[in-house]
């Protein structure tokens, strides 16, 4: 029944892919290919859809052209699974603006990392938190990206934003799993405070201690290997966690490892989208598509990784 | 005769101040201050304005605020001096977007710190340069500011992007003069080339050493003074020169190291602003207008200083 | 039977607590506290000790102190577990020349970060590896510690370093576990590689994941806690895991996070043997030990947390 | 008259030349290189000599071998010029034994950068200088050179440290002038108390602004070039000094900059002194020599800069 995906499970668990943005050049999207993409991504059997975030190239994408992603994905997925809106943005005014947008196309909840330009203080963000949060139409789920934002989320911050009205659940993106052990106190209190693990090779263990599931970049290519995954450890079924994190590993080394920047990533999944026939490897400024050396060797790895090369 | 204004001077020579924004909310323009600022500052006989730049809290505003606001400046100075907008962004359309607004509106050209979301390699950087110049209607400075957006313009970067039809010049706020010694022979090579300073505590020995002029903070508050810095330093007039460095290290030690965060620069020009009753205080989100204590050591440093506080 | 322990396990597993100095000034060693503190811990049921790591303040200490340690705590080991040396130097020969006097004392291993003051290439990390090891009259662990010594021994160049005769395994204390993860595939294939992890909030799930044991600085305090919990990791007993891996949690909420410094830590253990009645806790400069108002607040901590407060 | 050099000036002026410590391999000095080194130096009429410095590979040099090249340069320099010994350690009681040797030996005075293991705070880097200055037998010099360091010595900790007893001057290598700009008032208040600068990419500038001096690598090579720009400088013959700078800049474009890593300063200068036929281009370990491919750049632009290529 549809209308129950318009209620936010709390907490939400499972595979939340955070969905790249298939595009034709820079200011145009992919539009067959983001159907192909939602597609074969749902019948992975994902529990959610996290689209504009780091992986779906929001900062590098005008405003229109993040509205129209929204609309057409929400109208897509017709409530078969929540869609999550990466609203993070220098201007708290945006980020509001998106929020809306994404109430009004169906969205059922919004992530935010830190405003990245300006270099605040954990009370200024803290505030920043307080007075952004009344002012959404959508629950909100925080975004740990220091590696990108230069900010943390520090612990005794996300523990006082958990106790505003709202605020819903964490997506860390750290790798640092000392943070995720200082949070655990947090989410035995809050039973129905998201925890979600934005690394996708700490996916198993994450689960295992206690976290409701992952936002795996991976999982564009392969979701079904995450949700296996993800089934596997909430079971605790320890040998097919192993057996399917190694899966997980030959993918993150295989795929993301290509070329000498730190885009390698997204390169990468969007690369091997396209070898796939999914869609586009066309990426935003400031980064560009692999040159033809780097996707022979994308093309190489997928087809050794078992997956459907048909380009 | 004001149609001469509209020909950018090249190389650009002289003080050209950042503007602040004056705000009376997080979305509001306060535009009787913003009136009372411009007059203010084209008083103390400045080269140029430079709009929606770090000093002007540009990220953290909405675009429409942005065009609005470059609106009212342009209409308001109306080719006194050249107005320079910032379009630095993370999204290469909205960055060309502001572009054209700046050019309808009157502006004389725009200036672009490089995209800080993801981490660009300098080859990225010079294509990213290589595709936006000539989407630009006006002409470009680069905006070399490696503290906020986490990547510099290396040298050999700028000396590429020299030769794009369209670069200009180069605004510098790392603070290193060992770059602008690197950047030297590139000044030789091309006399039209702008080399502008960003910090204000510089502007003495660049001008000295052979740079065009200021981008300086203060000039928010005392332009003339650093109008007359500018002039004994083109006139080698020395002991003028020391003279007015001292007073310009004076106003940053006083109004620039109030409070605890690195923001304590901003904060401190607009309260200043506030104190001597030209314009609001307002922040934008992830920052916030001093309290009363920061604000009482402002009104004193303002009083030591001789600057007027009317407040 | 004493004599087994002449020869280092491989791989080395277990409870290896890094060793805290003590000192009755920046130059003499409080003799009673380090015997008392040595068989506190040996008590404890450790499976090594690690003197001279960074919990150990080596590169605080002088030469002579370091050896004078050397030399008294394998003489009060007397081969109950085998005894691990630091040395770290960002001088070569200085490393070779403890890694000597470590042999001759009787230890059974040395331990190495990278060389701190100049930044090293991977390429050039690996050849100093390449020269090193040779030299060295021990068995030799990589000890990668990114937050002191700015370097990173890269996965690859853990890979490489693993070929050299002498290289026997890693101690990891960057806190990610992406890191961990990226190195399973060379535990795998060389089973007798070490694996130790140096964050205690991390001991558990690296125990579960395939790690050989922990150089867990609370094992000062309370070895058997961290004992306890490796064997119930290594026995799969996911419950006693849960149960024994909070008490380490408050451990290090209680008494690492006291006062505003990054050396917390250090000054936390230290206060708290003191407390404890085990050593003085004297550090050496750039620190020094907590004034009355923190150690107050470590005394209640540890009274809380059940450990035995004498003073 | 040699016994006035005993006397250090206050403040020491001029050019003090960083010099770099012939090596036949890592613990063996090349001593007929050296002694070819220090009178090449002297010969360019420089005003002291620094030895053990970062240009000097101290960190990587055993204790012994700093010994044994703080005697030999003293003994050969016999009074002619100051002599400036560098006695950044991890350790306290190594700097002290260090300082002493110095004293032993001739030298007039020490020079010192923060411990740069464990990560100080201001409060305590300023105890640790309070605790160590009073057990040192020469006067102290400050060295500001966070790029390795990573910390840096605040404008107010050098405020607050120029009040100690021994305390006589600074060497800024941070390359930041806004730095030298705030250190500046206390330059005034405290005559007697020396600015140097470490990077000869800003000597003339520094010089021009009050400086008293630089500590120049590029002095190994060309030891006069450098003391002619300081005396140009303090003559106020700009258009001597801005040739001369011209020069300067060559050097550093063309020595400094081959290869890929941040080591190429250091690489440069003893590959440019041994095609020179000066002294060995050993370097110790994490570091080593030019390959025959840099060399014969270096050999290159030592022909092209005029600059003697006796190999």
């Known amino acids: 029944m549809e209308s129950n995906s318009n209620i936010l499970p709390r907490p939400l668990r499972g595979i939340i892919p955070p969905m790249v943005t298939p595009l034709l050049d820079r200011d145009t999207l992919d539009t067959a290919g983001l159907e192909r993409l939602i597609e074969h991504i749902l019948a992975g059997g994902v529990h959610g859809l996290f689209i504009l975030g780091t992986t779906g190239e929001a900062p590098s994408l005008s405003h229109r052209l993040r509205c129209e992603l929204i609309e057409r994905v929400c109208e897509q997925v017709k409530g078969r699974v929540p869609v999550l809106v990466g609203i993070t943005d220098t201007s708290f005014v945006e980020s509001v603006s998106i929020a809306y947008k994404s109430k009004d196309a169906g969205a059922q909840a919004v992530v935010l990392a830190p405003p990245y330009y300006f270099p605040a203080g954990q009370a200024e963000l803290l ?185």
Chains 1, 2, 3, 4 share one sequence.
């Open 127 to 311: 505030e920043y938190l307080k007075h952004l949060t009344p002012e959404l139409p959508l629950p909100l789920f925080l975004y740990n990206m220091p590696s990108y934002t230069k900010l943390v989320f520090e612990p005794e911050t996300v523990r006082a934003a958990a106790e505003i009205s709202g605020v819903v659940g964490i997506k860390e993106s750290s790798g640092n799993m000392v943070y995720f052990r200082q949070l655990q106190s947090l989410l035995n209190e809050k039973p129905e405070f998201s925890f979600l693990i934005g690394q996708e090779e700490l996916l198993a263990e994450a689960v295992l201690l206690g976290a409701h599931g992952g936002v795996c970049g991976g999982a564009n290519l392969v979701p079904q290997l995450y949700v296996d995954l993800y089934n596997a450890a909430c079971s605790r079924d320890l040998s097919a966690v192993e057996s399917l994190h190694q899966k997980v590993m030959q993918i993150s080394t295989a795929i993301y490892s290509v070329g000498k920047y730190e885009s390698s990533y997204l390169k990468g999944i969007k690369c091997a989208l396209s070898c796939m026939d999914i869609c586009s490897d066309f990426l935003a400024e400031p980064f560009h598509r692999f040159r033809r050396a780097e996707r022979n060797v994308i093309r190489r790895h997928i087809k050794d990784l078992g997956l459907t090369d048909k380009r």
